[in-house]
T-cell receptor, first 116, second 111 residues
Framework: DTGVSQDPRHKITKRGQNVTFRCDPI?????LYWYRQTLGQGPEFLTY????????KSRLLSDRFSAERPKGSFSTLEIQRTEQGDSAMYLC??????????????FGPGTRLLVL | SQQGEEDPQALSIQEGENATMNCSYK?????LQWYRQNSGRGLVHLIL?????REKHSGRLRVTLDTSKKSSSLLITASRAADTASYFC???????????FGKGTKLSVIP
């Protein structure tokens, strides 16, 4: 399978715990994006990487959230001291990185987080 | 915050009928993309239309873009039960690669 993969697919945690999600983009894609989607809503942008550089961050990305893409390949999204409001589907997407005016983003299956 | 608004919020049609969904947005864009999402799953890309394009086709899908009205429409012809899903439009603004999504249209195709 050469699509975007995410791990884990589901995560249940208790309030106050830290969680980390992983995203593996399509292999030749330079751009990687994280989004969050709550029930009944469209996805909301969190952050974006061009290779290993984190170039855009949403105001939704509070200081409890941190994302990395250390070698310009896979990425991790960590949430510290989780709150019940963090319960959502976390979606990762990647794109080729050749179009200056934006291009198709390919999404992974998502990680569904439930904070009890 | 969501930039786009899809209309209608929900649509129920019989198999074989056409389905039309509309999307309106607020700021100038570089491109607009339509995605499909089956319940609880990831998003599947359908079509990307750039700001200098007016219409694109892909199989049974037809997308139009009117930048003067800041609106787009997605037409699915000869719908099938397998088209049942939520459909989202997403815009990419000038100077940014992030996509801004609407709340989606929930399409039900009845066999």
């Amino acid at each position: 399978d050469t699509g975007v993969s995410q791990d884990p697919r589901h995560k249940i945690t208790k309030r106050g715990q830290n969680v980390t999600f992983r995203c593996d983009p399509i292999s030749e894609h330079n751009r990687l994006y994280w989004y969050r989607q709550t029930l009944g809503q469209g996805p909301e942008f969190l952050t974006y990487f061009q290779n290993e550089a984190q170039l855009e961050k949403s105001r939704l990305l509070s200081d409890r959230f941190s994302a990395e893409r250390p070698k310009g390949s896979f990425s991790t999204l960590e949430i510290q001291r989780t709150e019940q409001g963090d319960s959502a589907m976390y979606l990762c997407a990647s794109s080729l990185g050749q179009e200056p005016k934006g291009e198709t983003q390919y999404f992974g299956p998502g990680t569904r987080l439930l904070v009890l | 915050s969501q930039q786009g608004e899809e209309d209608p919020q929900a649509l129920s049609i019989q198999e074989g009928e056409n389905a039309t969904m509309n999307c309106s947005y607020k700021t100038s864009i570089n491109n607009l993309q339509w995605y499909r999402q089956n319940s609880g799953r990831g998003l599947v890309h359908l079509i990307l239309i750039r700001s200098n394009e007016r219409e694109k086709h892909s199989g049974r899908l037809r997308v139009t873009l009117d930048t003067s009205k800041k609106s787009s429409s997605l037409l699915i012809t000869a719908s099938r039960a397998a088209d049942t899903a939520s459909y989202f439009c997403a815009t990419a603004g000038a100077g940014s690669y992030q996509l801004t999504f609407g709340k989606g249209t929930k399409l039900s195709v009845i066999p």
